[in-house]
């Protein structure tokens, strides 16, 4: 940031043992702004120099060149800078303005590839509540990689392969019908994947006839095959109507089956290092030289099926060698978390040094009325009834508040997908949360419409105002207005932070807490005021709109025009 920068180069000049650097790391931002705007600690300087911290603030307050700020001053151990605030607002509003959507990008990345694996809905499912996380907290994550100068490969890694398979086909074969699954393909062959759970309870050959189809579909049996593909055919349909909703796009929908032929060589090479060892006919990798509490990973059934785990590992090395991912990425939810410790524990054993590149983004649950969502119980809340919800009851306000807003239906549908959207990314991501939709689709609070409707009154004061802003008198001296640029000078640094962290629920609280001071600013203060300040509060507005409309598509989420 400039502030900063110049901060620091005003100690640099002080502190001539210590590298711009290392006095950069160590500013913080005071508690309150009645204690200025950026504070310099002087704590670990009382070793090297032996004297009390807050001597030291005193001394360097009396050598420092205080030219460009509004004060400096020794508050105990701190040396709090307060800045030149007509000049500094000046300096941001301008920088936003120049670079517009630009603004708050790094290059950090280099141009380097950062593969996520999000989404993964399973074939021959609805898409539920219990795939927004994944889907949301990962396409967020890539705008965010993005914006940090890295390139993200978005992979849909769909589930298309597995036991559940068989179990399915063997359903549909046993007492499924062709007229139904045509009729309403993805609702009936979760009616039979439930059903067939349901009575597998009290008769555990269901279970081994389903592993026989699956190992039949492995081994290529035609008619298994022409029925997987059918219902994988179906589910597609379904699941791009919802990635469109949330206007989601994926460079990749290799599942599970797509490594299929990729397997044996992750399996040579385990047996090559002799790490493949039998253990009750299964064929498993020990994993205790690396962690003792670790579980063995298992690479094969005692049948010869595959599992998760030998799928997982021929897909991180193909994503090796197909993108040179310098970080690999898996938002998947916490309850795997064993899961990827095995998969990098077997990639280091196997001798990948860039198995450390390899991270799982882990997230809560979401639960309705408390309750956790189940497929194979039939507890599953669709996420196309939810958007078609949310759909609505963004309509019903944009009725009362703006009747004539045209358009309103497609207004209604970002606003009601953005907040669903928008609710999953502002709590922690790893962090439980209940789910009750009127909450989420209000229009005051902290909700995605909240901040739309923000931006949306920003965009409405600079076409009323009819005035074109111009780079120059854009040097605010209202107190009031100061908040505000500062929040937004805290932009590019919290971009930084969101992927330092991995963390979309940073942008979503910056978008809210910018959303609040600017609001905060509209209620008491008369923007359109025809006075020698009004291009500056004119490009204050314009830079907060810039600055919410680029944090939000960050987060998936759109901004209309007018609410």
């Given at each position: 940031m400039a502030n900063n920068e110049m901060v620091v180069a005003s100690l640099a000049k002080v502190l001539t043992d210590f590298k711009p650097e290392e006095i950069s790391m160590k500013l913080e931002t005071p508690k309150s702004s009645e204690l200025g705007d950026v504070a310099f600690p002087t704590f670990t300087l009382a070793k090297v120099l032996h004297q009390a911290p807050q001597q030291i603030a005193t001394d360097i307050v009396a050598k420092l060149n205080q030219t460009?700020?509004?004060?400096?001053?020794?508050i105990g151990p701190y040396v709090n800078f307060f800045l030149d605030k007509p000049v500094t607002s000046g300096k941001i509003l301008r920088l936003i303005l120049k670079e517009q959507s630009h603004f708050g990008s790094n290059r950090d990345g280099n141009g380097n590839n950062v593969t996520i694996d999000m989404s993964s809905p399973n074939i021959a499912k609805p898409m539920s509540m219990g795939h927004l996380r994944s889907t949301v907290i990962g396409n967020a994550l890539a705008n965010i990689t993005a914006k940090n100068g890295y390139v993200p490969v978005k992979i849909n890694h769909l589930g298309d392969w597995g036991t559940q398979f068989g179990k399915l086909i063997y359903a549909y074969k046993t007492w499924g019908s062709e007229t139904e699954v045509k009729a309403d393909p993805i609702a009936t062959l979760l009616r039979y994947y439930v059903e067939f759970h349901e009575k597998a309870k009290n008769d555990d050959t269901l279970n081994d006839a389903g592993r026989a189809w699956f190992k039949k579909l492995e081994d290529g049996d035609s008619e298994a095959h022409q029925l997987w593909q059918w219902f994988r055919a179906e589910s597609l349909k379904e699941f791009t109507a919802i990635y469109d909703r949330l206007d989601i796009t994926f460079d990749s929908f290799n599942g599970e089956a797509f490594y299929n032929d990729k397997m044996a060589k992750v399996v040579?090479?385990?047996e090559e290092k002799g790490l493949l060892v039998s253990?009750?006919?299964a064929k498993i990798v020990d994993l205790?030289?690396?962690n003792s509490s670790l579980t063995p990973a298992m690479i094969k059934r005692s049948d010869g099926a595959t599992l998760y785990m030998t799928r997982d590992l021929a897909a991180a090395v193909y994503r090796k060698e197909t993108y040179h991912f310098s970080k690999s990425l898996y938002v998947v939810g916490g309850e795997q978390r064993e899961h990827f410790v095995q998969m990098k524990a077997v990639l280091s054993l196997m001798g990948f040094t860039w198995a450390d590149d390899v991270e799982h983004i882990?997230?809560?649950l979401i639960t309705f009325n408390g309750k956790k969502?189940?497929?194979?119980?039939?507890d599953v809340v669709l996420l196309k009834d939810v958007l078609d919800d949310a759909h609505e009851l963004a309509l019903k306000q944009i009725q009362e508040k703006n009747p004539a807003l045209e358009n309103k239906n497609i207004v209604a549908e970002q606003v009601g997908a953005g907040a669903v959207v928008f609710h999953d990314l502002m709590n922690d991501r790893t962090n439980n949360f209940d789910?009750?939709?009127?909450?989420v689709v209000r229009f005051e609070g902290d909700t995605g419409p909240y901040v739309q409707y923000t931006n949306a009154r920003a965009k409405s004061i600079l076409r009323k105002s009819g005035v074109t802003i111009v780079d120059q008198n854009l040097d605010l001296d209202d107190v009031a207005t100061w908040d505000i640029v500062t929040i937004l000078n805290s932009f590019p640094e919290m971009v930084q932070r969101a992927w330092q962290q991995r963390e979309a629920s940073i942008v979503a609280k910056y978008a809210l807490n910018l959303s609040r001071s600017f609001n905060r600013y509209y209620a008491n203060s008369k923007i359109l005021t025809n006075d020698?300040?009004?291009?500056?509060r004119l490009a204050l507005v314009q830079s907060v709109s810039i600055v919410l409309s680029e944090s939000l598509r960050l987060l998936g989420v759109k901004s209309p025009e007018e609410m």
């Amino acid at each position: 940031m400039a502030n900063n920068e110049m901060v620091v180069a005003s100690l640099a000049k002080v502190l001539t043992d210590f590298k711009p650097e290392e006095i950069s790391m160590k500013l913080e931002t005071p508690k309150s702004s009645e204690l200025g705007d950026v504070a310099f600690p002087t704590f670990t300087l009382a070793k090297v120099l032996h004297q009390a911290p807050q001597q030291i603030a005193t001394d360097i307050v009396a050598k420092l060149n205080q030219t460009g700020f509004e004060k400096v001053v020794a508050i105990g151990p701190y040396v709090n800078f307060f800045l030149d605030k007509p000049v500094t607002s000046g300096k941001i509003l301008r920088l936003i303005l120049k670079e517009q959507s630009h603004f708050g990008s790094n290059r950090d990345g280099n141009g380097n590839n950062v593969t996520i694996d999000m989404s993964s809905p399973n074939i021959a499912k609805p898409m539920s509540m219990g795939h927004l996380r994944s889907t949301v907290i990962g396409n967020a994550l890539a705008n965010i990689t993005a914006k940090n100068g890295y390139v993200p490969v978005k992979i849909n890694h769909l589930g298309d392969w597995g036991t559940q398979f068989g179990k399915l086909i063997y359903a549909y074969k046993t007492w499924g019908s062709e007229t139904e699954v045509k009729a309403d393909p993805i609702a009936t062959l979760l009616r039979y994947y439930v059903e067939f759970h349901e009575k597998a309870k009290n008769d555990d050959t269901l279970n081994d006839a389903g592993r026989a189809w699956f190992k039949k579909l492995e081994d290529g049996d035609s008619e298994a095959h022409q029925l997987w593909q059918w219902f994988r055919a179906e589910s597609l349909k379904e699941f791009t109507a919802i990635y469109d909703r949330l206007d989601i796009t994926f460079d990749s929908f290799n599942g599970e089956a797509f490594y299929n032929d990729k397997m044996a060589k992750v399996v040579d090479v385990l047996e090559e290092k002799g790490l493949l060892v039998s253990s009750q006919g299964a064929k498993i990798v020990d994993l205790s030289a690396i962690n003792s509490s670790l579980t063995p990973a298992m690479i094969k059934r005692s049948d010869g099926a595959t599992l998760y785990m030998t799928r997982d590992l021929a897909a991180a090395v193909y994503r090796k060698e197909t993108y040179h991912f310098s970080k690999s990425l898996y938002v998947v939810g916490g309850e795997q978390r064993e899961h990827f410790v095995q998969m990098k524990a077997v990639l280091s054993l196997m001798g990948f040094t860039w198995a450390d590149d390899v991270e799982h983004i882990s997230f809560g649950l979401i639960t309705f009325n408390g309750k956790k969502m189940s497929t194979r119980k039939g507890d599953v809340v669709l996420l196309k009834d939810v958007l078609d919800d949310a759909h609505e009851l963004a309509l019903k306000q944009i009725q009362e508040k703006n009747p004539a807003l045209e358009n309103k239906n497609i207004v209604a549908e970002q606003v009601g997908a953005g907040a669903v959207v928008f609710h999953d990314l502002m709590n922690d991501r790893t962090n439980n949360f209940d789910f009750n939709l009127e909450e989420v689709v209000r229009f005051e609070g902290d909700t995605g419409p909240y901040v739309q409707y923000t931006n949306a009154r920003a965009k409405s004061i600079l076409r009323k105002s009819g005035v074109t802003i111009v780079d120059q008198n854009l040097d605010l001296d209202d107190v009031a207005t100061w908040d505000i640029v500062t929040i937004l000078n805290s932009f590019p640094e919290m971009v930084q932070r969101a992927w330092q962290q991995r963390e979309a629920s940073i942008v979503a609280k910056y978008a809210l807490n910018l959303s609040r001071s600017f609001n905060r600013y509209y209620a008491n203060s008369k923007i359109l005021t025809n006075d020698q300040q009004l291009n500056a509060r004119l490009a204050l507005v314009q830079s907060v709109s810039i600055v919410l409309s680029e944090s939000l598509r960050l987060l998936g989420v759109k901004s209309p025009e007018e609410m």
